[in-house]
């Protein structure tokens, strides 16, 4: 049994990642991997096909790597300055969510880990790999076991220090590793996150229906989105912060020390009017290091003209002209929806 040596754990701390916090891989749940068949039953995870690919080696961390024993799971404040909520009363103006307005936290976080994960192969001789998001690993579940947070009614991690602006990064190793207690849920009898959901995407407390979420309509749905969906998504061009926002638990939420992670100016409240402009050539240089470069171009502007949609401002429509006729159909189809409803 290890304990993560006092260097390794000051690297973390000099790195600007949070305390580390580690789970008994041996003491994981199977209820995960049964709720995520779940999940994936209600058709829930709409087109995000690598979900269900991916269900072997997603549904217990060792099924992705057997030879693992513990987790060590850092988180990243990405605290706003402002509640981005204000964001919503400004319709000429677009969302953007607040962990997408700057440096792709993926690049951001990668490197980090890969350094930490070195020191705990030096240390500790073991063997150990870095993950972010992207690999078939339940992160909240796992964070929750090693005490980091709990997954709050909105499925989203809500630590007590950072509310609920915090990703997640682990890393797995061979080492069997002294674990802390997992974290018990306080979201009590509140239900502010349920309640101001735009789309009624939550069927129960603790359980979303992918396919209603204007994260995943924004950031994942490739082609039209449903009309009854766009006018509920708002100025939002690229995912969705309320449930997040709302979290009474954020009073103990601390502004970002990341200066990466802080948001750009001109990404703040940018006028919709600016972003429909964009070529697709802007777009890319403007987004480029961003998570935003991701979705490209298209999927883009076609939520920039949603919102446009959606804003009330029937000045806006001659900037809709040029795509009234476009030869993408999901661009021409959605500008002349947003005209007809600016009209
Ligand atoms: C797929 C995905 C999405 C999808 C689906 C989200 C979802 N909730 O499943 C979409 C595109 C919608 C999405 C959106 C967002 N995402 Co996302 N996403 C992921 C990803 C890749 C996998 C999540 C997953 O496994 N989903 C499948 C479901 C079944 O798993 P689950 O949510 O853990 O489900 C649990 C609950 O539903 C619960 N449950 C189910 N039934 C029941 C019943 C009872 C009684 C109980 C108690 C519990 C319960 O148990 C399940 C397992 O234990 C993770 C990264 C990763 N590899 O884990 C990031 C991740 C979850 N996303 C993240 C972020 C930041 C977001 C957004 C905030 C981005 C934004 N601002 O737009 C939104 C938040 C939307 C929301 N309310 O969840 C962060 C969250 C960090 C945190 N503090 O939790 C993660 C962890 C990435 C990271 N490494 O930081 N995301
Ligand atoms: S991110 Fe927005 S749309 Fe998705 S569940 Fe939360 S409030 Fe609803
Ligand atoms: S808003 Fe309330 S119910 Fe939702 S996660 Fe926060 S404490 Fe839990």
């Not at 969510?97 to 880990?113: E, W």
């Not at 995407?201 to 979420?213: G, Q, S, V």
């Not at 890319?284 to 991701?294: A, L, Q």
């Amino acid at each position: 049994m290890f304990n993560l040596p006092g260097r390794v754990r000051q690297r973390i701390i000099d790195l600007g990642l949070t305390e580390p916090f580690i789970a008994d891989l041996s003491e994981t749940s199977a209820v995960h991997g049964e709720r995520l068949s779940e999940f994936l039953g209600n058709q829930y995870h709409g087109s995000m096909s690598w979900l269900a690919s991916g269900f072997e080696r997603r549904k217990h961390p060792q099924a992705l790597w057997p030879e693992a024993k513990s987790a060590i799971i850092l988180g990243m404040n990405y605290g706003p300055d402002n509640d981005p909520l204000v964001n919503l009363e400004t319709p000429e103006k677009a969302m953007i969510s607040v962990y997408a307005r700057n440096r792709d936290y993926h690049d951001v976080m990668k490197g980090r880990l890969k350094e930490v994960a070195g020191l705990i192969v030096r240390d500790c001789g073991a063997d150990a790999k870095v993950f972010v998001d992207t690999a078939p690993l339940m992160e909240k579940p796992l964070a929750q076991q090693a005490g980091m947070g709990w997954q709050g009614k909105h499925t989203n991690l809500v630590s007590r220090d950072y509310g609920s602006w915090l990703f997640i990064g682990t890393i797995l190793t061979t080492a069997r590793m002294d674990p802390g207690p997992p974290e018990i849920d306080h979201c009590g009898s509140c239900r502010a996150c349920l309640d101001i959901c735009p789309t009624n995407a939550f069927p129960r407390a603790y359980e979303l229906d992918a396919r209603l979420c204007i994260s995943y309509l924004t950031i994942e749905h490739d082609g039209p989105v449903e009309t009854g969906l766009r006018e509920k998504m708002g100025n939002r061009v690229y995912g969705c912060d309320d449930c997040l926002a709302v979290c009474p638990w954020n009073k103990f939420a601390r502004i970002a020390n990341e200066t990466g992670l802080l948001a750009q100016e001109d990404l703040k409240a940018p006028d919709l009017a600016e972003l429909i402009k964009l070529t697709e050539a802007e777009f890319r240089r403007k987004f480029s290091g961003s998570p935003i470069k991701r979705i490209g171009w298209a999927r883009f502007i076609r939520n920039v003209i949603y919102a446009i949609g959606n804003s009330g401002a029937s000045h806006l429509i001659e900037l809709l002209k040029p795509f009234e006729h476009h030869p993408d159909p999901v661009l021409q189809d959605a500008a002349q929806w947003a005209i007809s409803r600016l009209k």
